[in-house]
């Protein structure tokens, strides 16, 4: 499995991030994925996931209306875009997959292959 997450940053409250995690042809292609967070002290938590034929995508409430998860196939990339940004928004965040080829969305434990994760700051 070979998934890179890309595209944190430090940004002010109220400011907008979009990531990025790009994928092997075969980590991608027929595959669920999702973006889960992880902040200091605390344990991995879901934030949104998206089917494999982009039919279907799922948020935490702490992001609904907020964040807008995207797939694009053709180049085996998924992006998280984040706006209206908060300081409980900071976390270390991850893509993961998982790695069951056309299946429905799993719940969020069945997420089990990740990437290396990046790291989002937001300044109050």
């Known amino acids: 499995v070979q998934l890179q997450a890309s595209g944190g940053g430090l940004v002010q409250a109220g400011g907008s991030l979009r990531l990025s995690c790009a994928a092997s042809d075969s980590t991608f292609i027929g595959y669920n994925m999702g973006w889960f967070r992880q902040a200091p002290g605390k344990e991995r938590e879901f934030v949104a996931a998206i089917s494999w034929n982009d039919y279907d995508t799922v948020y935490a409430d702490s992001v609904k209306g907020r964040f807008t998860i995207s797939r694009d196939n053709a180049k085996n990339t998924m992006y998280l875009e984040m706006d209206s940004l908060k300081p409980d928004d900071t976390a270390v965040y991850y893509c993961?997959?998982?790695?069951?080829?056309?299946?429905?969305?799993?719940?969020?434990?069945?997420?089990?292959?990740w990437g290396q994760g990046t790291l989002v700051t937001i300044s109050s």
């Open positions: 993961g997959t998982d790695g069951r080829k056309w299946g429905r969305l799993p719940p969020a434990a069945g997420y089990v292959y």
